[in-house]
């Protein structure tokens, strides 16, 4: 069963992948993870080469820590688990641990 | 269960981000194990993993080189053999994982003063280096190793870079190189002058790899959209000449080298040539084919080059 991750900056300001298209975590700024994700909406169709998606989440000083719940929470098995893994969600203030905040979405078109 | 791979390069968590960065990236990464394309030592202490790159993708119908993320362990002498038997095992291990590797976490100090042990998933690691490629990195620009690419002096505002796609049948390797003139200009001075950015910049479309597109043993240039010219004089008379220059811009001669004489085209038109004899290594421009134009900056003109090359036996 393929997982979904959700995330939400605001009410109007959500986006929902499916874990195969994760393709990573970097971290560039102190307590900032950007994770990239196959772009939605772009199909390759432009000259450009700059096709991924990217999510920037606020965690606390232990990033490592942050991207290991992460990984956790699109591992975990068994039939408790739900499909869809809220990683982020600002609105709610639900998110997994070391996680702080769903900072910003951005698109590749 | 897909596992994921945790590298991190930098001593102090205090200093997560940017710091022992090699190029373009942070210096931590976490990526999905299934994007690991190799592993292959680089010298008797380095083991280089490579991963498809997380910023970047092969654009449709294009041949353009993405420069993938790698990662550098830095090992005990002769060993990466023996580590990279050590990454595959903790990979290919069964369930009894949560799917988080640590490969190579180089952090002995802790954000609140602390120290402790850098975390390597063999004792013969003793360091990391994280290579994340920037945003639309795909290729050199410049003089460069491989086939696809072009000078910044050929860079149209209508489809930007030249556009590339290879296939092969067989031994037989057929490339093709899309090239727009819009907003590329030619002089009118002499014959024989490159076409391209009136601003300047190398303007060559493509290399002669013969590793890539074989020994080339026919040459087509195919017009897809007739020229216009924005301002100035037009010509339709375009070649396409081979140089051992890759530094040549608008308005510098390119010379006549395994030159396809096009002259005049229309849309669906082709001109083909049948003995090349391209040298290897030389570089692809477009050329004036005679002084008929008068600084003519191209509106539209969509050319396709095409390359026949065959595979050397080996």
New interface residues.
């Given amino acids: 069963m393929e997982k979904f991750l959700y995330f939400a900056v605001s009410a109007t300001d959500s986006a929902t992948y499916p874990?195969s298209a994760?393709?990573?975590?970097?971290?560039?700024?102190?307590?900032?993870l950007?994770l990239?994700f196959?772009s939605m909406i772009d199909?390759?169709?432009?000259?450009?080469?700059?096709?991924?998606d990217k999510i920037i989440l606020s965690c606390g000083?232990?990033?490592?820590a942050a991207?290991?719940a992460i990984?956790?929470a699109?591992?975990a098995?068994g039939s408790m688990k739900e499909a869809f893994v809220t990683i982020a969600d600002s609105v709610n203030s639900v998110f997994v641990a070391g996680v702080t905040a769903c900072d910003s979405t951005a698109y590749t078109a | 269960?897909?596992k994921?791979l945790?590298f991190?390069s930098e001593v102090d968590?205090?200093?997560?981000?940017?710091v022992g960065?090699v190029s373009g990236?942070?210096?931590?990464?976490?990526?999905?194990a299934s994007?690991l394309l190799g592993m292959q030592p680089t010298s008797a202490t380095n083991l280089r993993l490579t991963?498809?790159s997380?910023?970047?993708?092969?654009?449709?119908g294009?041949f353009?080189q993405?420069t993938n993320d790698f990662v550098d362990l830095t090992v005990s002498t002769r060993t990466a053999s023996i580590v990279a038997e050590a990454i595959l095992t903790k990979i290919n291990g069964g369930t009894h994982t949560?799917?988080?590797i640590v490969i190579a976490?180089d952090?002995v100090t802790l954000?609140d003063g602390t120290t402790k042990l850098g975390e390597y998933i063999h004792p013969n690691i003793t360091a990391c280096t994280v290579s994340?490629q920037g945003?639309?990195?795909?290729g050199v620009q410049t003089a460069q190793s491989n086939s696809a690419g072009n000078g910044a002096g050929a860079v149209s505002t209508g489809?930007?870079?030249p556009?590339y796609n290879r296939s092969r049948v067989g031994d037989i390797i057929v490339t093709n190189v899309k090239f727009d003139l819009q907003g590329l200009k030619a002089k009118g001075g002499a014959a024989a002058d490159v076409i391209g950015l009136a601003a300047g910049g190398a303007a060559y479309i493509y290399k002669n790899v013969v590793a890539d597109n074989g020994v080339i043993f026919k040459q087509t240039l195919t017009c897809l959209e007739t020229v216009t010219a924005a301002s100035g004089t037009l010509t339709d008379d375009i070649n396409i000449a081979w140089n051992s220059s890759a530094g040549i811009a608008f308005d510098v001669t390119a010379g006549t080298g395994s030159q396809i004489n096009a002259g005049a085209m229309e849309a669906g038109g082709t001109v083909e040539m049948l003995t090349p004899g391209i040298t290897a290594n030389h570089y692809a421009y477009i050329t004036e084919g005679s002084t008929g134009a008068t600084d003519c900056v191209f509106s539209a003109g969509i050319y396709m080059l095409t390359m026949y090359g065959a595979v050397i036996p080996s």
């Fill in positions: 874990s994760f393709r990573g975590v970097e971290v560039t700024t102190d307590q900032k950007q990239y196959a199909t390759h169709q432009d000259a450009s080469a700059d096709e991924y000083t232990d990033e490592k991207i290991k990984v956790d699109i591992s098995t | 269960m897909e994921y945790y991190r968590e205090d200093n997560q981000g940017g960065a990236g942070g210096s931590t990464l976490l990526v999905p994007k991963f498809e997380v910023k970047n993708a092969n654009p449709s294009n353009r993405v949560d799917g988080f976490d952090t954000v994340l945003a639309n990195n795909v489809i930007g870079k556009q």
